[in-house]
């Protein structure tokens, strides 16, 4: 009996699930047939456009409408499309066409992204393409199909990797990096553009980081903060030793504030950088010093020696610190030419890794 009672439960659960899912496949969300109709035959409009050999002002025109409409029926695998060919089949005048459309449609310049290589190349101002993209990185922080503000950081580097005049890396990023509302993106432009900022961009900079200071005490993580450090800007300095001696200063932003405080002191004078460097804090990022030191004007024999002076006094590669330290002032010192390829193949066991820019401190 108990044997049969199974039987029949297993039957009523089989019946059940069967029912159920009978139920979900005729509810679900399917897209109409005119939907689907249309997006056959924007796709096979699109195919004709891609077999086209040469540049087609007609073809992108008509491709940039099919991306206005997909937008319209949320079609994102034709607004993929559309802009790929549009972008593939443009000449100059068709990047314009591109750019114009995408200046006055956040979908545009969003599904161009994968694209703005391209665009940059072939446009006749480059610069509007990456005003662009500007454009993007300056959104406030939200969630999209990449994740939280991913885009806006993705934004960040495609600048940096496109633009490599000094002057206009800082035009395009020092905006974004002087947002009142830290974000990845904000974060990213300070990290890029810190190199390249001006002493008259500090007292703007430094207004914003007071004000944020002021204003969110337990959380200064504005990124002018980091441009400020980078830079040694003692005009900083008694602000943030303000902070640290107010009350209710949570662990991680004293850290970050005293992190802060110790890259502005040891700038100051540059001469502190080269005894940081021999035998300065056990954490502290050796790769950063360097390139403060390269910034500050110290001569490269100096900074050489100050090199060569730590790693002699580090023999065993399995220490901690070591291994973290290697890579970073190896990559550095190559990087600023401090040392070239032949010194550093005389460090023993000396391997660096290629990584980020090396302008965070400790």
């Given amino acids: 009996?108990?044997?049969?009672?199974?039987?029949?439960?297993?039957?009523?659960?089989?019946?059940?699930?069967?029912?159920?899912?009978?139920?979900?496949?005729?509810?679900?969300?399917?897209?109409?047939?005119?939907?689907?109709?249309?997006?056959?035959?924007?796709?096979?409009?699109?195919?004709?456009?891609e077999k086209e050999l040469t540049s087609s002002e007609a073809a992108v025109s008509q491709s940039l409408v099919l991306a206005t409409e997909a937008i319209e029926k949320r079609s994102s695998s034709i607004l993929h499309q559309s802009l790929s060919v549009a972008v593939r089949r443009a000449n100059k005048e068709g990047v314009s066409q591109i750019l114009t459309l995408a200046k006055a449609n956040r979908e545009i310049r969003l599904g161009l992204?994968?694209?703005?290589?391209n665009l940059h190349a072939q446009a006749d101002i480059k610069s509007d393409v990456l005003l662009l993209v500007q454009s993007l990185a300056l959104e406030p922080e939200a969630k999209d199909i990449e994740g939280e503000g991913l885009f806006q950081e993705r934004a960040v580097n495609l600048i940096a990797e496109l633009e490599k005049d000094k002057v206009q890396l800082r035009r395009f990023l020092l905006p974004v990096a002087s947002m009142v509302l830290p974000t990845r993106a904000t974060h990213a432009a300070?990290?890029?553009?810190?190199?390249?900022?001006e002493k008259a961009d500090l007292a703007e900079l430094r207004e914003l980081v007071i004000h944020s200071l002021e204003e969110f005490p337990d959380q200064p993580w504005h990124p002018g903060l980091e441009i400020l450090s980078y830079q040694g800007d003692l005009m900083s300095l008694q602000h943030l030793q303000d902070v640290?001696?107010?009350?209710?200063?949570?662990?991680?932003?004293?850290?970050?504030?005293?992190?802060?405080?110790?890259?502005?002191?040891?700038?100051?004078?540059?001469?502190?950088?080269?005894?940081?460097?021999?035998?300065?804090?056990p954490g502290a990022n050796r790769g950063w010093m360097?390139?403060?030191?390269?910034?500050?004007?110290?001569?490269?024999?100096?900074?050489?020696?100050?090199?060569?002076?730590?790693?002699?006094?580090?023999?065993?590669?399995?220490?901690?610190?070591?291994?973290?330290?290697?890579?970073?002032?190896?990559?550095?010192?190559?990087?600023?030419?401090?040392?070239?390829?032949?010194?550093?193949?005389?460090?023993?066991?000396?391997r660096a890794q290629p990584g980020r820019q090396m302008n965070e401190g400790c």
């Fill in 1 to 49: 009996m108990k044997h049969l009672s199974h039987t029949k439960s297993l039957i009523v659960l089989f019946v059940l699930l069967f029912s159920a899912s009978n139920w979900i496949s005729s509810h679900a969300e399917v897209p109409p047939a005119s939907s689907r109709s249309w997006e056959s035959s924007a796709s096979q409009k699109l195919r004709e456009f």
């Fill in 290 to 350: 360097v390139e403060r030191a390269v910034g500050l004007g110290l001569p490269k024999s100096e900074i050489r020696h100050a090199v060569f002076d730590y790693f002699k006094m580090k023999s065993d590669p399995d220490e901690a610190e070591w291994i973290y330290q290697r890579p970073h002032l190896v990559e550095a010192s190559r990087r600023f030419g401090v040392l070239s390829a032949q010194e550093i193949e005389t460090i023993p066991a000396a």
């Fill in 190 to 197: 300070a990290e890029r553009v810190s190199p390249y900022v």
């Fill in 113 to 117: 992204l994968p694209w703005i290589k």
């Fill in 244 to 281: 640290l001696g107010k009350d209710g200063i949570g662990p991680n932003v004293r850290a970050a504030i005293q992190r802060h405080i110790w890259q502005i002191e040891i700038q100051n004078p540059p001469e502190e950088l080269l005894e940081a460097i021999r035998d300065g804090l």
